[in-house]
Structure formats: C-alpha cells, structure tokens
C-alpha cells in the first residue's frame, strides 16, 4: 500500500539557518511521482515540485533544493537560508501510476522562520 | 489566472444539518477531488470525479457524498453533519487522469459543526 511519512510536525528555525524537511514514501509501483506543496497562512495549496521514479537527479530552484534517494525511499526538501516567508506548513505526495492522478498525502511540517 | 474556486472560507453548522460545499474551477479540468485536512493527519481523500455524473470514493468516503452535474463544478455534501466532521475542506481539480498530474488547490472551508 501506499504511504507518505512526514516524521517533522513542526520545525522551527531562526532566519538564514537552513533547513531540511524529510519525506518518506512506500509504494509498490515502479513508476509513480513526488511532489512538495506548501500551505501557507492563507491556506492555499502551492505546488512547488514534482518529480518521476526515473529521475533521481537532484533540483535547485534559488533556495529550494530536493534530494530524491530511490535507495532509502525518501524525497527531502532543503530549504537554504532561510526567510520569514518560508513559514509554512508543507507537505509531501506521492501519485502512482495507476492511481489516475489521486495524490496521497503526508502529514505536513509546519515550519516556523523567526526573524 | 487559473483558479480553483471554493464557496465560503468559514461555515458553522449545527449537528444533523445537512450541508453543502461548493467548488468550481476554471481551468477546464476533467478531475476534480475533495480532500479533508486534520491536524497530524494531513490531507485525506473524500471523493473524486474524473467526468461529469461519475464519482468515486477516496479513502475516507463515509458521511459524504458528491454531485458533479457540471464540468467546472463538484460539491461534497455532508447528508447529516456531525461534530466530527468539523475540519478543513480543500477542492482540487487536475487535467486528464494521467498520473503525475499536479493539483490546483481552493483556498479551502473551514467547516465547524457545534
């Protein structure tokens, strides 16, 4: 079955520090996707990434960076240097590919970037 | 700008209302899902439609059901609202059902049943 494990409720941190927000999955599909959202205040969802089971490469957006490790089934979200904007609750999901389009969802980080 | 648009922000309801959510996207969209969102739990998935007049149950599908009469349109019905369905409600709809597709979020309904 599938599963998306996000083991940081909250994390808190002191701007410019950086931070990393863990993401676990378990699926048995070959071929299925990742994604990061953020939710922030306002409560809308933001989608920030996407990435395929064939593509392990690492992404660098300016200060967002995802580390997808196949090996340890994880998909880690590094945020560097940090801002007060970056607060924010996000989650992590997983779509598989014959799931037609139904993401499955952890259960959020909230992170918290004091001035 | 593409939007994902959800009826009320806030609602109180009494317990045993009847109660309906609505939301209605302007992108086109063949899918469309409701999700719930609790605190430790993340995002739960009630229902959703890939067409008009189809549905399907989510994970957690019991006490709700759904209309989809219109493309744009898909409303989650609470048939007898209880304290425990007091939660965030959030509409998404996506192109096509091909896997991989990224969701377009409302900014969701905090639903609060007394």
């Known amino acids: 079955a599938q599963k998306v494990t996000q083991a940081q409720t909250e994390i808190s941190v002191v701007e410019k520090e950086d931070v990393t927000l863990d993401c676990v999955y378990e699926t048995r599909d070959t071929t299925y996707y990742l994604f990061w959202y953020k939710q922030p205040p306002s409560g809308e969802l933001v989608f920030l990434i996407r990435r395929n089971s064939f593509d392990e490469q690492n992404e660098i957006s300016g200060r967002y960076s995802w580390n997808f490790q196949k090996s340890t089934s994880s998909f880690n979200f590094t945020i560097t240097a940090s801002q007060v904007v970056d607060s924010a609750v996000y989650f992590c999901a997983l779509s598989e590919r014959n799931q037609g389009g139904k993401l499955i969802f952890g259960q959020g980080t909230e992170l918290s970037v004091k001035p | 700008d593409v939007k994902v648009t959800q009826s009320s922000r806030y609602l109180v309801k009494r317990t045993g209302e009847k109660v309906f959510l609505e939301c209605v996207q302007d992108m086109d969209h063949e899918n469309m899902f409701w999700y719930r969102q609790d605190p430790g739990l993340g995002l739960r998935l009630i229902y959703f439609?890939?067409?008009?007049?189809?549905?399907e149950k989510g994970d957690i599908p019991e006490g709700y059901s759904v209309s989809r009469e219109k493309k744009e349109r898909f409303s989650l019905i609470l048939e007898s609202a209880s304290t425990n369905q007091t939660s965030m409600y959030l509409c998404?709809?996506?192109?096509?059902?091909?896997?991989?597709?990224?969701?377009?979020f409302g900014s969701g309904t905090q639903l609060s049943v007394l």
């Open positions: 998404a709809s996506s192109p096509p059902p091909v896997a991989g597709e990224k969701l377009f």
């Open positions: 439609s890939y067409d008009v007049k189809m549905k």
